[in-house]
Every structure is written in C-alpha cells, then in structure tokens.
C-alpha cells in the first residue's frame, strides 16, 4: 500500500523534532565536560578568561559530531517509534492497511538527507572549527610546533646553536627510513632574525634527526658567493614524527581528502588512514540507516500491547554500541590491511541492516 503524503509528513516532522533535540542535548552535555576540562587546563594561565575558555569548548563541540550524530538518530528513532506506539498511532496506521515499511520509508528519507547535509555541509564546518579550535589551543594553552608540510612544499624552523634557521623544500618523498628533499633553501638567521647567510641546493635528505644538505650554494647580504656547501642541521624531527605531524583525517574537509590523498601518494607516504577516512565518511549513510533498523526492530512490534519500553529501548542502545565497537574494530583491522577498505567501512553496517530487516519481516510476515 502505498503510504499518504499527510502521514509521511507526519512522521517526518516527529523524527526530527526528536533528533534535534536529542542532538542539542548531548551536544550541551559535551560542551559542558570540555568546559570543565579546559578549565582545569587553564587554571594556571591567568590571562585565559572564562569566555575564551567557552569560545574553545565551542570550538570543540563539532569535532564529537561524527561520534555523536548516529546515536543521535538512534535514541531519535527509538523516542519517535516508542512515542507513536504510546498514543496508538502505528495501531490505527496498522489497522489502515499500513505495514511497517510505511511507517519507516519517511525516516529512511530524512536519515538520508541528513547523511547527506552531513558530508557535504557539517564536515567542512567541522573540519574548519577543528583547526580553529587548534589555532586558538595553540595560542593560549600549549606551544606550536615548528613544522609545516603541504602541497607547497616542507616548512621546518630550527635552530643551530643560538641562530634560528629556517628551511624549505619545494617537495619531499619518503625512501626507506630518509626523507628525500628537492629544491632546498636554508636560511639561517642571527639571533634578531635578519640574515646572516641564505643557502640553495637541489637536493638533501633527513637522516635521524639530521638534516643533510649537499653541494649547497651560498649567499650572503653583502654579495658574497660560495659553492660546494654542506650542512648538517640537528632537528627535533625525524621522519616517524614527521607523520605523525600531519593532518589527521578528521581535520581535512571531505571535499579536500582526494587531494591530500594523492600528495601523500606522491610523496610516498601512506594514505592508508586518509582513504579510510574518506570512505567512512561515505559509509555514515549506511550507518545511520543501520541505527534506524535497529530501532525499529526493537520497537515496532506488531504487538503494540507489549510492555518492556524500558528494555526495548536499552536493547536498542545496546544494539547500537554494539555496532558501534563492530565497525571501530573492522576499522582498526582495515588500518592494518587484514581487510579490504570497502569491507571494513561497509561491512558491519550493511550486516546490521540484512540482519535488522530480516527480524522486522519475520515479525511483520510471521
């Protein structure tokens, strides 16, 4: 049969009026702990004021909402589903001829476009605030590092003995334990950061925590030129914490990852956890799907009479962590390369909808 726009609009408005509230809700509870935390932080810090500490816990916010949002919809299914059973709605639906597909198809639809908004609107939002949030923490609350790496070549600051240095690479690639650099330019200052001496070299390379640069030409303010240099720069860095200074996945905007993806690809780096990320990203429509089917298959019993609201609706959340740690271990299992990508972003989602729409047929058809 199929379902009336009327009803449909119905239950449209039901679902997100529960999941804008369920939203603000753990939304407010997050922001209130992550106050209190970088109030502790800040309690040494006399210049931090309280409004600079909730401007950061505001900041935040947005990086919790990949984690929250498929809760979200899942305590948003369960309260909506639960709340038409109470006032006997899906009973008279029921009696119309409605089945439980009916009930569910408007929800699917806005779980949809609420995936959808998700990919294309809230995770460059979310991505924007995470480095806000990270510029600002750096600020106020913790030192910045000296390194910078992007598709304009490598950044690093130094120092060698009381001068600071300064070196740029036009581009970088990983080989074996080295890191091998191309185009480079030295810069190193006096202690009142002007120039004492400017140094270019095609290539060099970063061995340990040395920076060798060969065959290097130097140049000073006064004019004077000298060939054949070689320099070795002590770092703080050495190439494991190089990748480890990178942008975690969860800072670059969906709209950005192919491209980072494919800097690391050149430059020989790993974007195992990148594309990871970019195709869990795809995969959150499945997984809000998944978390509305366990709902609806803990509470749309064709038995409305049925007691047990309570212990429907911890199963349902039970269900849901249960998933939820599911899809965090094929994750870490896809980040190792036991399984493919696909089946390890995918896989616990789609099982969960097959296994979720098989009980609510066999409750709907007996």
């Known amino acids: 049969m199929r379902i009336p726009w009327l009803f449909s609009r119905y239950l449209a408005k039901k679902f997100l009026l529960a999941f804008f509230a369920v939203l603000f809700v753990l939304a407010a509870l997050i922001l209130l702990f992550d106050v209190i935390d970088l109030l502790r932080r800040a309690s040494s810090r006399d210049y931090v004021g309280f409004l600079d500490v909730v401007r950061l816990g505001l900041y935040k916010v947005p990086q919790m909402l990949p984690l929250i949002l498929p809760f979200t919809i899942l305590i948003a299914s369960v309260i909506t589903f639960l709340l038409l059973s109470k006032t006997h709605e899906l009973v008279i639906a029921r009696s119309a001829g409605l089945s439980v597909w009916n009930f569910l198809t408007p929800v699917f639809v806005v779980v949809c476009l609420i995936g959808i908004v998700n990919i294309t609107l809230i ?65 190193n ?32 303010p006064d004019g004077d030129r000298e060939e054949g240099i070689q320099m070795h720069i ?21 709209w950005k990852l ?15 956890k990148h594309r990871m990320h970019f195709y869990s990203t795809l995969a959150s429509i ?74 609510l047929l066999h409750n709907e058809d007996g």
């Open 123 to 187: 995770n460059p939002f979310s991505t924007a605030m995470i480095r806000r949030y990270q510029f600002e923490e750096g600020e106020t609350l913790r030192k910045k590092t000296g390194f910078s790496w992007n598709e304009k070549g490598l950044w690093l600051r130094e120092k060698m003995g009381d001068d600071p240095v300064i070196i740029h690479a036009d581009s970088v690639y990983q080989e074996g334990k080295d890191l091998k650099l191309t185009g480079v330019l030295v810069l």
């Open 189 to 220: 200052l006096n202690t009142d950061e002007t120039l004492k001496k400017q140094i270019e070299a095609k290539n060099g390379f970063l061995s340990g925590y040395t920076l060798v640069v060969n065959n290097g030409v130097s140049y000073t």
């Open 234 to 254: 002590p770092t703080q860095l050495d190439l494991d914490k190089i990748i480890q200074t990178f942008d975690k996945p969860e800072e670059i905007s969906f």
């Open 258 to 272: 192919p491209h980072f993806i494919k800097l690391l690809n050149n430059a020989g780096f790993s974007s195992l």
């Open 286 to 359: 499945f997984y809000f799907i998944a978390m509305v089917f366990i709902a609806a298959m803990f509470t749309l019993s064709p038995n409305q009479r049925q007691g047990g609201i309570l212990m429907k609706s911890a199963n349902a959340i039970l269900f849901g962590f249960v998933l939820f740690f599911i899809s965090r271990l094929t994750g870490a299992l896809g980040m190792s390369g036991t399984l493919p990508i696909f089946l390890a972003v995918f896989g616990p989602s789609v099982i969960m909808i097959f296994i979720s729409a098989s009980v």
